[in-house]
């Protein structure tokens, strides 16, 4: 029945069908290629948009060229909201509506926003009603509460009697996943509850004036209307800085001022006069600072922006917002966020209360830009419902003083972390559960990947994050399905050979995730005999999908992370693919395979979310592995996707060290497991389109199983109501999830920033990076929507339309040249970088999976790292001196200027790094002098500087020790391993150097100054 390890000979024994029941595999999976098109016709048409990053291309109509960030203003369009044909069919639930309003205006444009393509579902702000009754007292309802009601229609009328959607039926249609069990999806319900949808407990909240809506404390109508807008008596014109608040602006105990109440008068300092230049960058080309660029700091009052979110974890498109959609509209320019929010941080500060101060209405967190009335209330400033102050937050545990609620913590820090109390938990939180499941084809032995993996995993076993309860597991896998018991006691793993793939189950399924600390031993004995067991296998094919489906039933019960190891196009059992790469197509920006193949991937994906599983994907692989349809694995169950291609473990030592050093990094960072994740911005502001990898679970709850501190995501916005009341609006983010300590915790990040009436203000906020980030989203998404082609010319017009909007809106004089604003002065040389990036650009070069690859990046990465890669830096290191260099840990650290991308800066007698971010290339000029040559690369001459050259060797001099500084430097600020390749002139690797040099023409992109005059005769029209 069973062969052990050691006499273990493949083909080895196979088990039967165990007696024991386990569960069959649903009927949901199919094998082969599943029709990906629009949804069935009794079906939802909001299940096929989703959450963007869905390879599925909806039913939408082809896109124009450009985008249109916004929606039109209402209009006959407004029937196309396929959710108003569609509600008949959702379930019930409609004796549960009377007593819930809508808090929004209902504004019909927002409709518009399902027509988006690639979108995920819009939400609505605030959040829609839930079932919880008026009056429910603050904090999460019970955990055996009844189950929330979200509606996806907007309701036009506050009394409507529209049936609204149950949960379930909105996990079917957003995720497109019929088949997902219902019973999980009980579950994930909950969850929605606990982080708190929009607890709408206030039905006179439904004044459909948005002015009085917001200017008034319902629970206090004797405040005057309009109160946003009054100044306190004494402020009237009083200099900012004499309000002298010694521990931020919300000192009460001076006058009752609130964050809203500063700006009036405050605005407009901190803008630097050098960001009021218009610039014609025909005659100022060369706007690229010689040091990293920073984001720009908000138009606000410094003792507001002391307060705000690290940009690194937290920033918008637009630093100033505008008021209304018609001025968003007119700048032309995409308003949404970028979000890192699971960083790793140095200083955060953990607060361990009973009580987690939260908006009666809305649930935002108590932030620092909140405002405080009195002693005992506080206004939201998101919905700003007034709110009693709980006796609790009276205490201020650091200062010990009672009275001092606006000196807490969750007052005084933009970003915070809370231990979150058994209210936040459906079930006792999860144990850390790690399962790997790698291939042991006869490919993936020749990689001799397996080693490495192994190696990696042995050394550190001890640095997965955990604790007394963690649990691990192994499975591997070619034509048949091979599980390891490591159960305590054994002397040695036993492997367990299922072979029936068609319909796989579980042998002893107590014995293969077991206790780590119980079971060290037998976890250390099959790593180090995993790697021999199949070196003499002849077997080729790959199971993949059957072994993820077998992974998944082990992992249902617990959740956790699956690690997937995976060297060739899986072809055999549920999930197999055929090759669909073909190369002379690779130029043609028309038709190639960016979408997925079959929908297995993604519906599996979906089944693992709903059991908290996140599933990443490490493809290893030299041929062409369909990463468009397997990725989805890992998009859409928050995991993310490793490609390490051509690894071999002879051939390509660099790949090797690339995998172990990252592998290092992923075995031991941080992690967050069965997480959710919600976005809630200031009522009047709207989130429609979320960039990332997660499901979208309800509205706009992000599912996210596992979260790490490498993962980014983007949103979308638009001005739903106008904010003409409004002086600051405020974003916040709040992400549940249980550590691997095993403790609910929620990390909570708020951004506050200023309004702006005025066209030219919103030009002058703009953040080109967070743009430019936002806009490499959305063109993947339109890549997959529509074509490459349109892709492109959409990032092209997004140049054009918003400087032609600021030539003809914003400048009075019509100068000749190309008139930019200085907060814009980068915008096209990024968009011509996004051209050149391998997610975008044309050409036979970019092999298929590598571009599906630079996609996933681009959905996944945090924006500094897409920055880098889309636009590297370049620096002269031949010459390297300790002027203005960094000392950290008594290591001094070069800090060499920015170049420009051409290849004008190169000299020939000199050496430039070039950093794209996963790699550096160090090109050597001919003429390099010999210091640089014998006291850096340790070299004779020129012509000795070896063929493939991948490593630096620390030599005992001043120059060596500067560059090894330097690059290690550069290295340690990133969670992957960027791989170093030395080149010469003649090198054939010089032709990878050369494609990033972006300003320069290439085999078929427009050099910078062509871009620039294409632009300026658009503009100009
Ligand atoms: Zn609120």
Known sequence: MVSTLSNCQRPGQTLNRAPMASNPVTASFHSGPVPRMSPPPSQHPAATPMPSGSFLPGANPPPPLNWQYNYPSPGPQTNHCPHASSQPILSGNTDLITNHQRVSSGDPSLQNSYLKSGSAPP????????????????????VAGPPPVRALTPQKSSHSTVPQPSFNSAINQEGGAPHTNNESMVTNNTYDEIEGGGFLATPQFTNKNPKMARSVGYSYPSLPPGYQNTTPPGTTGMPSSSLNYPSGPLAFSQTSLGANHLTASMRGLSLHPEGLRVINLLQERNMLPATPLQPPVPNLHEDIQKLNCNPELFRCTLTSIPQTQALLNKAKLPLGLLLHPFKDLAQLPVVTSSTIVRCHSCRTYINPFVSFLDQRRWKCNLCYRVNDVPEEFMYNPLTRVYGEPHRRPEVQNATIEFMAPSEYMLRPPQPPVYLFVFDVSHNAIETGYLDSVCQSLLDNLDLLPGNTRTKIGFITFDSTIHFYSLQEGLSQPQMLIVSDIEDVFIPMPENLLVNLNESKELVQDLLKSLPQMFTKTLETQSALGPALQAAFKLMSPTGGRMSVFQTQLPNLGVGALKPREEPNQRSSAKEIHLTPSTDFYKKL??????????????????????????????????????????????HNPVQVQKLQKELHRYLTRKIGFEAVMRIRCTKGLSIHTFHGNFFVRSTDLLSLPNVNPDAGYAVQMSVEDNLIDTQLVSFQSALLYTSSKGERRIRVHTLCLPVVSTLNEVFLGADVQAISGLLANMAVDRCVTASLGDARDALVNAVIDSLSAYRSLVLSNQQPGLMVPFSLRLFPLFVLALLKQKSFQTGTNVRLDERIFAMCQVKNQPLVYLMLTTHPSLYRVDNLSDEGALNINDKTIPQPPILQLSVEKLSRDGAFLLDAGSVMMLWVGKNCGQNFLSHVLGVQSYVSIPQTMTELPELDTPESARTVAFISWLREQRPFFPILYIIRDESPVRANFLQHMVEDRSESALSYYEFLLHIQQQVNK
């Open 123 to 142: 939400s609505v702000n605030p959040p829609l009603p839930t079932t919880f009754q008026p009056g429910t007292p603050l904090g999460p309802p019970p």
């Open 605 to 650: 994906a979906l089944d693992c979310s709903g059991q908290q599983v996140a599933v990443d994907l490490f493809l290893l692989s030299g041929q062409y592995s369909d990463l468009a349809s397997l990725g989805c694995i890992s998009r859409y169950s928050a995991g993310s996707v490793y490609y390490y291609p051509s690894y071999h473990h002879q």
